[in-house]
């Protein structure tokens, strides 16, 4: 098992940055692809963000943050983080980190998750 803890969010401006940290612990983190969803009003679905594969050499990040967003991993710290940058009012949304078997982007993949950390970008 994994243990997840996302940290990093908060209030900032539109055109504004924010860094992300999932902190793992448990099993080794490079057991399980990593990945970023986001669920901006509640009751709606959890969208794809952006996923790791184990080693790190593979990436994806979905239509609406790509070039703006940028996932990454640090296996030996055991560390996740989702760069965000050019921040839009649309990204507001509650950011959860998850651990999974397979370098996918849908949530049925993922078997474990974290808390979440709500990001607001005001306009």
């Known amino acids: 098992q994994v243990q997840l803890v996302e940290s990093g969010g908060g209030l900032v401006q539109a055109g504004g940055s924010l860094r992300l940290s999932c902190a793992t612990s448990?099993?080794?983190?490079?057991?399980?692809?990593m990945a970023w969803f986001r669920q901006g009003v509640q009751g709606k679905e959890r969208e794809f963000v952006a996923a790791i594969s184990r080693s790190g050499g593979s990436k994806v990040h979905a239509d609406s943050v790509k070039g703006r967003f940028t996932i990454a991993r640090d296996n030996a710290n055991m560390m996740v983080y989702l760069q965000m940058n050019s921040l839009k009012p649309e990204d507001t949304a509650v950011y959860y980190c998850?651990?999974?078997?397979?370098?996918?982007?849908?949530?049925?993949?993922?078997?474990?998750w974290g808390q979440g950390t709500q990001v607001t970008v005001s306009s």
């Open positions: 448990g099993r080794t983190l490079s057991t399980y692809a």
């Open positions: 998850a651990a999974g078997r397979q370098f996918f982007t849908t949530t049925n993949n993922y078997d474990y």
